[in-house]
């Protein structure tokens, strides 16, 4: 781990939005910035863990003044060096303690990076941070991925979730404490590199808890950023707190 920038330092921040690339493609990218902008209306958005500026980038497109909090100088360095970089002021810090000045409409976390915090006590406290942060009738918006714990038979602590000639990927889980770790192995030259990226995986229920302690209250909840209805089957959601 590169100790000033996280688990994110240059090495990964470098080929980030390449291994990623998933993730910016426009029908995903686009329904978040769609539902972001209309929380945000009139108002201002903070991003917790603005990354390299996938979500904010876009939205400040919109027309919509965005802030963003990122723990990793070398993430933040991609993004300013964008297209409409200039337009995201960054914060270095936690996002689950560091404050930037404002008042904002919106607040969010998106793809997992509620989990980055690996203590019970850092996320309760990001919630505190954002309801801080937030106007009166302002949201919280958290996209994560539920838990796969179902995929675990008795004795098995690994779940594969990329399988290629050339690349392999797996999350492991500690149901004791629910600590879990993304693990990645690649061939590069016929030689094997690996990273791993711990985590703390948190249930539904656990982030409305925790929303509740920050003073805050549910107000939707989707399978995704499209609104699809959340169920029993869904592997991950969008949830949607408000400040009264």
Known sequence: MDD?????????????????????RPEVVNPAVDLLAELAGDGAALEFGVGTGRIALPLAARGVPVRGIELSRAMADRLRDKPGGDEVAVTIGDFSTTQVAGEFTVAYLVFNTINNLTTQDAQVDCFRNAAGHLAPGGCFVVEVGVPQLRLLPPGQTAVPFTISPTRWAFDTYDVATQAMSSNYVTIVDGRAEHWSLPFRYVWPSELDLMARLAGLRLRDRWQGWSREPFTGESERHVSVWEKP
């Open 4 to 24: 000033k920038d996280g688990y994110f330092g240059e090495s990964v921040a470098a080929g980030y939005d390449r291994s990623a690339a998933d993730m910016f």
